[in-house]
């Protein structure tokens, strides 16, 4: 199993700078969300050339990490319909140049009708925002069978794919073989349910099975009655069981660091390398 990183939580710099302190700290690969990154890049089309481009997929080859996915999230259902037409249009052009990376997946999750905010609101669980999140992908999944690059989606509780079971529903209506999951067990938790977090993780193996690509990884512990994150091995999930869930099902699949601070990085990865590797052997023998 290959562990990465959501490269932005470096901070925004270089490519180069990036990828030398994500190589420094073991990891195998990035997530690249270019605006986020990448100093001075908006990620659209009319501010990066191909040499652009070019150069920085040749600054994650140098260092031997692979571009897991590039993240091109978005609000589907946001009230401003030319903001969300821009970056429709974004996320086509990122699955255009995902060959450049060698990258298969262009991710995003479901949006709110909380616009910016990207938070629950009562009209994200109702059959309008279902549809309107359809619409929205069935027509990129069109424009991404013909670039041959997946898309790749993200459920979460505040959102309008807001349970396991939602997201399978959508996945089973527009799926054209170039659909994708990415799984945040943390994003589906909040204070009523996270002490099933085992068990959200199985229903979302057992929906999905190998449709699974990659897996966001992340820890958090209970304060003032909420949800916090925190460095990865030093909170509730119990990530000993899950990975062994996840390796039955998804021995492919990549393992991506969300959210952790730069200072946590080195500690997190070593905790979480020996969990891999101890499954990993097991196998073996």
């Known amino acids: 199993m ?27 690969g990035v997530q690249l ?12 089309k009319d501010s990066l050339s191909e040499e652009k481009i070019q150069k920085m997929s040749s600054a994650f080859k140098k260092q031997n990490l692979d571009v ?24 086509k052009y990122h699955l255009s140049i995902a060959k450049y990376f060698s990258c298969k997946y262009v991710g995003s999750e479901t949006g709110s009708y909380n616009d910016d905010k990207w938070t629950y609101n009562p009209l994200n669980r109702t059959e309008e925002a279902f549809q309107e999140v359809k619409n ?11 670039e041959k690059t997946n898309v790749a989606l993200e459920g979460a509780y505040g959102h309008c794919m807001f349970e ?39 229903k979302c193996l057992n929906l999905f099975k190998d449709k699974i690509v990659i897996f966001h990884i ?12 925190v460095a990865i091995g030093k909170g509730l999930m119990k990530w000993d069981i899950m990975l062994e869930k996840i390796y039955k099902v998804c021995p492919n699949a990549y393992l991506i660091f969300e959210g952790s601070k730069k200072e946590d990085m080195q500690e997190s990865y070593n905790y979480f390398y020996e969990l891999v590797k101890k499954i990993e052997n097991n196998d073996k023998y």
């Open 33 to 44: 969300v270019i605006n986020k990154a990448i100093e001075g890049e908006t990620g659209l």
């Open 136 to 146: 929205i992908f069935q027509d990129i999944l069109n424009f991404a069978k013909k």
């Open 68 to 91: 897991f996915m590039l993240g091109s999230y978005f609000n589907p259902v946001h009230s401003d319909k030319e903001k969300v037409k821009t970056l429709v249009d974004k996320f």
């Open 2 to 28: 290959k562990i990465g990183v959501r490269l932005h939580d470096f901070g925004k710099s270089d490519a180069e700078t990036l990828a030398n302190q994500a190589k420094e700290i073991g990891f195998d």
């Open 164 to 202: 396991p079971e939602r997201l399978k529903r959508l996945y089973d209506e527009i799926d054209n073989g170039y659909l994708s999951i990415i799984v945040d067990v943390y994003n589906y938790l909040y204070i009523g349910n996270y002490q099933d977090h085992v068990e959200i993780l199985e």
């Open 218 to 229: 992340k820890d958090f512990v209970v304060k003032d009655n909420k949800l916090e994150q």
